[in-house]
């Protein structure tokens, strides 16, 4: 029985954690940096322990720091969020290890999963479809002999990377050359392994992903997919579900794979299972994401399931009881950062109007509120809008009047919100034609 969670995370899903564990009757202890003091993740928990100065590395990503304040407040569980230790293996393996519960994967499977290669290997086990390229890690020699198989344009990913980091597209031998060493210096220093992979690059493909939850008794169950096709520099600025571009026949084939998969290697926990679509509707598996993911409430609000609800009830022990998950209408969440709309340059500040919408089928989840100062040390997200709508066409219409009502105003500060605006303004996104390479195209 889990009485008392630390969240090891900031922002809002310290919020949403914290109010999934009120619900369910389970004390909270928030963790922050001296730059988060205010913060209101620290407001609502039942407890906040101060963990060190602003620098992520030494606060959010400081394990010993952590585990103290797992011992001061007397928590019995961990949930690390997402980012930061959601993914680390040794963060997963000391809290497991102190005698606490981890709300997630354990270590053996995200150490698993984390590697892409050891990841595609399993996939590939299992023939679930994967994009052309390396069976393993390259040097130049190697890539080369790759590359005369498949041709370019290729990718070179990092084989620890996640979030979108660690990515280069290459389209002749010169680059191939000059990108592929900076790629492994730059995996070093972000992953800390310098191994790195080359797939095939494909044209304009979507961003598919599956929502799986497992439990501890062997039941795994997929929630349906997300599109995640909208983004800048492979980071997602907008998700929607269920994705407009596949069938059910698809729907229920990525399904299955998914499932197959996380029964295969024994998960457990909420995770996310990504997927890209080429332009004839082929599906190439990417990676699994061992942590609750950014985009979730999507699959929440046509689902009616609170995800972060059933991490911690699996973590207890508890058999999954959603024998079969009815999915109703569309939803659509956007990220709202601080950040210039043109250059997409982060923009920290006082918060000194702020107006969040509301109405049927509005969902935000954020921790900033008016008077708040958005600190300049963190990922720039600070709100995410969730709309619904009982088919796709309704719920862009109720995100256009919600982005209208969405005021957040302060000194210098500036949003995403008018970026939104015009993405959902686009033919493209209108009847669901987008794809991941559609904001570079409209900045062009």
């Not at 344009?153 to 050359?177: F, H, M, Q, S, T």
């Not at 000194?352 to 935000?364: D, I, K, Q, S, W």
Request: net charge neutral; glycine share 8%.
């Amino acid at each position: 029985m889990i009485r008392k969670v630390l969240i090891a995370n900031r922002g809002e899903i310290a919020v949403r954690v914290i109010r999934a564990c009120r619900e369910l009757g389970i004390k909270t202890v928030a963790i922050y940096s001296e730059a988060d003091r205010e913060s209101m993740h620290v407001k609502l928990a039942d407890q906040a322990v101060c963990i060190g100065p602003p620098e992520a590395s030494k606060s959010y990503l400081d394990i010993p720091r952590i585990m103290s304040a797992v011992e001061v407040s007397g928590a019995d569980a961990v949930h690390p969020g997402y980012g930061f230790l959601a993914e680390n293996p040794r963060f997963a393996e000391i809290v497991q290890a102190s005698g606490k519960v981890f709300i997630g994967p354990n270590a053996e499977t995200l150490a698993l999963i984390g590697d892409k290669i050891r990841a595609k290997e399993v996939a590939k086990k299992l023939n679930i479809p994967l994009v052309p390229g390396s069976d393993g890690p390259v040097d130049f020699k190697s890539a080369l002999e790759v590359v005369k198989q498949i041709g370019y344009p290729v990718v070179i990913k990092a084989a620890g990377g996640g979030g979108g980091r660690g990515i280069r597209i290459v389209r002749d031998e010169r680059e191939l050359r000059e990108k592929l060493p900076l790629a492994m210096q730059e995996a070093k220093i972000a992953f800390g392994d310098e191994r790195v992979y080359i797939e095939k690059y494909l044209i304009n493909p979507k961003h598919i992903e599956v929502q799986i939850l497992a439990d501890t008794h062997g039941n795994v169950m997929a929630l349906g997919e997300r599109e995640c096709s909208i983004q800048r520099r492979h980071q997602k600025l907008i998700e929607e579900a269920p994705s407009p571009s596949i069938d059910d026949k698809q729907r229920k084939m990525l399904e299955e794979m998914c499932v197959e998969f996380c029964k295969h290697i024994g998960y457990v926990g909420a995770g996310t299972v990504e997927f890209l679509m080429d332009q004839d509707g082929n599906f190439y598996f990417m990676e699994v994401n061992g942590r609750i993911q950014v985009e979730h409430p999507v699959t929440e609000m046509i689902t009616g399931t609170d995800i972060v609800k059933w991490q911690i009830k699996v973590a207890m022990g508890e058999k999954l009881s959603l024998s079969k998950v009815e999915r109703r209408g569309y939803a659509v969440e956007f990220r709202i950062n601080a950040e210039d709309p043109n250059t997409f340059m982060p923009s920290p500040g006082k918060i000194t109007n702020l107006y969040l919408p509301g109405g049927p089928g509005v969902r935000v989840d954020t921790h900033v509120y008016c008077g708040y100062t958005i600190p300049p040390y963190y990922d720039s997200l600070i709100a995410k809008l969730i709309v619904w709508g009982s088919d796709r066409k309704s719920a862009i219409e109720r995100a256009k009047r919600a982005l209208e009502e969405f005021v957040i105003e302060g000194q210098g500060l500036k949003t995403n919100i008018e970026f939104h605006k015009r993405v959902i303004s686009t033919r493209e996104f209108r009847e669901g034609k987008h794809h991941i390479r559609l904001v570079e195209e409209m900045l062009i």
